[in-house]
């Protein structure tokens, strides 16, 4: 199938004035090019996954690197026979990345950047000196992580800082840290050595980079990602499975969200495991009264409740 979609992933620390009337341009930017996905705009920056025709990601690549700032914002970019995203959202927050480390700035602190093919050959040849530290929460790195990698029992990034002290033993050590697309890591990185950790590093890019440039080698699973593909193929070169089912416990590598809407849990769960509570993680849920309907891929697109793509801006697109 062709694939003539395109997903960018991409976030930039540079300090924005008015962060209402920057995310007020870029959301008429987005519904010019047509494109959807999850932005989040701060006075630290931007952060943002979208997906669109591939001249039209082009095209907003090039608008945002021409913008005073952002010349230097690298995306990483992945063709897709679909759109992976059904709206478009931009939304402004105190944060870029949810870390309660505000008073944090990569650019002025944070681990130095590794390149994933050194990266590859850092996971080759790693020694007991050496530390490689997942950032992400419990419910991504149990479907996929790095090949010997430490990971921490959190559930948002939010609880990283609370981890510091199980990691005090490996003050001594080489540390490098790694997430989905790099961002976690420029905080995460920072408030290591804020808390006395010297030797720091980060893989830059994130597993998503280092899977575009190396093959994915090493990295077991697959890759939690944030639209509706739940999950993304990272390695090419010696691909394993390292979840198992949620119900039946048999070694599975596709992910889902529990149809019952308050529950919500993301999961591994097999074909078979899902035909048992109809893509729900237990019988509780099944019964829940407002349980959706099981969709086949265990993502759930929420209501759309009147969504409109125009709805909130101040100024009138036709006359943009």
């Known amino acids: 199938m062709e ?17 209402e009337s920057f995310r007020e341009s870029h959301h ?27 001249a039209n990601c082009e095209a907003y690549m090039r608008t945002v690197r021409d913008m005073q700032g952002f010349e230097s914002i690298e995306f990483k970019s992945e063709p897709v026979t679909e759109r992976v995203f059904a ?13 309660g480390l505000e008073h944090i ?16 050959d850092l ?10 530290l997942d950032v992400r929460s419990d419910y991504e790195h149990n479907v996929g992580k790095f090949k010997g990698a430490v990971t921490l029992d959190i559930h948002n990034f939010r609880e990283f800082p609370e981890k510091i002290k199980g990691l005090q033993k490996f003050k001594s050590k080489k540390i490098v840290t790694y997430c989905t697309g790099g961002i976690k890591c420029e905080k995460a990185s920072a408030y290591l050595l804020e808390q006395g950790f010297e030797n720091v590093y980060q893989l830059h890019g994130g597993i998503i980079k280092y899977g575009l440039e190396t093959g994915g080698e ?17 390695n090419h070169v010696n691909p394993t499975v390292i979840s198992r089912c949620y119900i039946t416990g048999k070694p599975t590598d596709r992910m889902i969200n529990c149809a019952n809407p308050e529950c919500n849990l993301h999961v591994p769960m097999s074909e078979e495991g899902a035909e048992v509570y109809n893509g729900c993680c237990s019988e509780e849920c099944m019964n829940h009264p407002e349980v959706r309907k099981y969709s086949g891929s265990g993502y759930y697109q929420r209501k759309t409740n009147g969504y409109n793509p125009y709805k909130g801006l101040k100024r009138n697109p036709i006359q943009t």
């Open 3 to 19: 694939k003539k979609y395109t997903v960018l992933l991409y976030y930039c620390y540079t300090p924005i004035d008015d962060a």
């Open 28 to 54: 008429l930017l987005c519904l010019k090019l047509n494109l959807r996905g999850r932005i989040i705009v701060a006075p630290e920056g931007l952060n943002g996954t979208v997906s669109g025709l591939k």
């Open 87 to 99: 709206k478009l959202h931009v939304r402004t927050k105190t944060e870029i990345v949810n870390s």
């Open 105 to 120: 700035d990569p650019n002025e602190k944070t681990g130095k950047y590794i390149e994933p093919q050194e990266f590859r």
């Open 123 to 132: 996971l080759r040849h790693k020694d007991g000196d050496t530390v490689i």
């Open 218 to 234: 090493d990295f077991e699973g697959k890759c939690y990602v944030f639209d509706n593909r739940i999950v993304q193929e990272v």
